[in-house]
């Protein structure tokens, strides 16, 4: 199957510091790219919808202006945590759906586990 | 509009015995669903998928699952529980048509006892 790649798994940062976090597509072009947090013990929630070439589509109670999202090619999206704080700490999960169609399966990078200290 | 109901948060069964994860949607459009499974500090695995095709659906490592569209049931089974199959599990539910984000129960932690 397709492979999403995902980096970094995990990340350490001071409160105040900005992460960057990159999602690739590896064999195949990704027009669109999804961006979940998933908070300890709970499930994952849409965090905002990644579009190549244009801006960002965020879900209700996101700040735009703190998760920067960037989609410049179709390949890659990232996802930059700004100014972080503790709160922000979480498991972050990309993913891209196949594009194929009548394919609606989606694939997904490993996640990257955000620890703000 | 979709939701996907995972209707219990924990399962705990014996090593050997069968499983059953019971999730039930809804969905404004034909839906495609899902099965995910995560293992602790890992990402997500895809255990199975239905896209409208033939209603029971096998999967990786024995699991499968039954769509029955007049119950809104997706419910994930094994007939028999391995301990490493003790994980976090995710019916997942989102649009037919595709490219629209997925749309994740709560989830259940399954425990599988020795």
Redesign the interface.
Known sequence: GAVVSQHPSWVICKSGTSVKIECRSLDFQATTMFWYRQFPKQSLMLMATSNEGSKATYEQGVEKDKFLINHASLTLSTLTVTSAHPEDSSFYICSAPSGRQGNTEAFFGQGTRLTVV | AQSVTQLDSHVSVSEGTPVLLRCNYSSSYSP?L?W?VQHP????Q?LL?Y?SAATLVKGINGFEAEFKKSETSFHLTKPSAHMSDAAEY?CVV??????????????TRLSVIA
Request: glycine letters at 16%; zero cysteines; hydrophobic letters at 30%.
């Open positions: 495609s899902f995910y500090n890992k990402g997500l895809l998928k896209t995710f989102t649009k037919l048509s595709g490219n629209t984000p997925l749309v994740f129960g709560k989830g």
